[in-house]
């Protein structure tokens, strides 16, 4: 090329340069001037930054000593890679295979075609890595590797108390259990820089408008001692092996103020890794299954009559040898029994026995006694989705509804109300309201933003009455009984058996069943009411059989870790051995 044509080359050009930079110079000024002011405000509005300041979840921690974390916040990484950059370089495979190195998890080959992509600028290569895997890549440099901060919710228990706390789901929002009951409480208050940035998208840090500091979640403590829970989730993992149900469930919950110690479900999950289970595992049956109790209902039946004076523990009731025709309808027992005691009908389990003494109550003071007694109305536990059971209106009560409602057929039932009754009566006659959470304070412990103390719900029945059925479950552990297998040695255990009947297209199943006990200890001075629930087991299905071993394992053992003191020994009458 002569120098001429050089110098045409280099006119053309710089008048080519020339002519764009007048023609952005026109539209600036076009714009600042005469431009339409949603114009100029898009401008402005793109060079504006508004940066979010990271907030971190509250921690949640137990009742036991010392305490210990349930739920926390856990800072991680997440591994990225700039494709067009690493091909710059001429060292994808040995990226990938240094990557596959550090995280075994990943496929150096699979790798390697994603970071052939010429067009991409972004890869993310694995989330949610420790800060030590990530200390070990930054030391390698790779070319076009980085990663960014992320803040994972953890359950370092795994599994255990899965229920009650419930999981945070991808988009950080508690989605079940108190995650969810406390997210406003728990999520804390992300802070905002507020400035402006660069062509790159960069802060300009001297030209920053305005800095508001994030507030962190607030922490929670909990009523749950995470020993005790422990020995509820192994016995039940027992009566999964031992009996196949469908499910499992058991609560327990300290008599004088209603705190709830602990509660487990059976199939339970990982919160950490939610997205593996299914609506049923994540289910708390605990307080949202609603179920037709059986004969654990006859403690309410023979509470009220005793309560109202119709009935004493040593009135007779002729339970008519097993078979009794009321109404057109027959009732009968698993054994046949002639005449009674209240107190005998109670410890046998006498559905005709039961009936007779609902009956002679009346049906408008037993429907008042089963409102008192807080069954059909939610408990108000601090954890989303409690049922509050069915009992219809005394103005639906067929004539043979009362019969029926005495051996707990025609109402149902949660396992917290059935829990809330027993503790009621060994907590001479005040029904305390249940709680999970101790108290929550702000992240640097020292604000309490809220706290739980025993609040009683009602006081349903008279002390006295409270002794005395105290007395007579006594007797349902004792030989004779139907909870035998719930004893526990050198105590005296209360309680009682539950055999229901599930329904299965509208009639009454004869190989589904609904087995559970209910009970507290010591009888003499109550510190816990516990009950154990077993849905469907085989091919054993008694309440007895079933879920009272279960009780007596747990309650065992929750004696010795709690260190209670044992019953004393019965008295003997002056002149008998």
Same mark, same amino acid.
Request: net charge neutral.
């Given at each position: ?298 403690? &309410?039946?023979?509470? #009220?009559?005793?309560?109202?004076? =119709? @009935?004493?523990?040593? $009135?007779?009731? %002729?339970?008519?040898?097993? /078979? ?101 009566? &060994?907590?001479?006659? #005040?029904?305390?309201?249940?709680? =999970? @959470?101790?108290?929550? $304070?702000?992240? %640097?412990?020292?604000?309490? /933003? ?128």
């Amino acid at each position: 090329m002569t120098e001429t044509g050089r110098r045409v080359r280099l006119l053309l050009v710089t008048a080519a340069l020339g002519l764009a930079l007048t023609g952005l110079v026109v539209q600036l000024v076009h714009l600042h001037l005469w431009g339409k002011p949603e114009q100029r405000e898009n401008v402005v509005q793109d060079r504006i930054l508004h940066e979010p300041i990271r907030v971190h979840r509250g921690m949640i921690v137990d009742n036991s000593t010392p305490s210990m974390i349930v739920a926390i916040d856990w800072p991680c990484v997440d591994v990225c890679a700039d494709p067009k950059l690493i091909q710059l370089t001429n060292r994808v495979p040995q990226v990938a295979r240094e990557l596959a190195r550090i995280l075994p998890e990943l496929d150096a080959l699979a790798l390697e075609k994603r970071l052939r992509l010429p067009d991409r600028r972004f890869e993310r290569v694995a989330q949610q890595v420790t800060t030590n895997v990530a200390a070990q890549l930054a030391s390698l440099k790779l070319p076009g590797v980085f990663t960014t901060p992320v803040v994972v919710r953890r359950y370092p228990q795994g599994a255990t108390l899965c229920h009650v706390l419930g999981y945070v789901n991808a988009e950080g929002v508690g989605s079940a259990g108190l995650e969810q009951s406390l997210e406003s409480l728990l999520r804390g208050k992300p802070g905002e820089i507020v400035g402006f940035r660069d062509g790159r998208r960069h802060e300009l840090t001297d030209r920053r408008i305005a800095e508001t500091a994030a507030t962190n979640g607030a922490d929670v403590a909990l009523t749950i001692d995470q020993q005790l829970q422990f020995m509820v989730e192994r016995a039940l993992d027992t009566v999964m092996e031992r009996h196949h149900p469908d499910a499992a469930w058991a609560i327990v919950e300290r008599v004088k103020t209603g705190e709830i110690l602990a509660m487990a479900c059976r199939p339970n999950y990982d919160p950490n890794n939610f997205r593996a289970s299914t609506d049923l595992q994540r289910m708390n049956r605990a307080i949202a299954n609603i179920y037709e109790p059986g004969s654990t209902f006859k403690v &309410a039946t023979i509470v #009220a009559a005793l309560d109202q004076g =119709v @009935v004493t523990p040593e $009135t007779p009731v %002729d339970c008519e040898n097993g /078979r009794w025709w009321y109404q057109g309808k027959v009732l009968r027992d698993t054994h046949s029994y002639g005449v009674l005691s209240v107190a005998d009908v109670l410890q046998k389990s006498s559905n005709i026995g039961a009936a007779k003494i609902a009956i002679v109550l009346g049906n408008a003071q037993l429907a008042a006694y089963l409102k008192a007694l807080h069954f059909g109305h939610r408990l108000g536990i601090d954890l989303p989705g409690e049922e509050g059971g069915i009992v219809h209106p005394l103005a639906e009560w067929s004539s043979i509804s009362s019969s029926r409602i005495a051996m707990g057929q025609g109402v149902a039932v949660t396992s917290l109300q059935m829990l809330g009754l027993i503790c009621c009566i &060994a907590n001479g006659g #005040a029904y305390m309201k249940p709680y =999970v @959470v101790r108290n929550v $304070t702000a992240d %640097d412990g020292n604000k309490v /933003r809220r706290e739980n103390r025993p609040c009683v719900l009602a006081n349903p029945i008279k002390a006295a009455t409270a002794v005395m059925m105290r007395e007579m479950l006594v007797r349902v552990t004792e030989p004779g009984g139907t909870g035998l297998r719930a004893a526990v040695p050198g105590y005296r255990v209360a309680g009682k058996t539950g055999t229901g009947q599930k329904v299965i297209g509208g009639n009454y199943s004869e190989t589904d069943y609904m087995s559970s006990f209910v009970g507290f200890l010591p009888a003499d001075k109550p510190e816990i009411g516990l009950i154990v629930v077993v849905d469907n087991p085989q091919p054993l299905h008694t309440g007895g059989m079933v879920a009272a071993p279960a009780f007596s394992e747990i309650a065992e053992q929750a004696m010795r870790y709690l260190d209670v003191p044992k019953s004393p020994p019965p008295l003997v009458m002056a002149g008998r051995p």
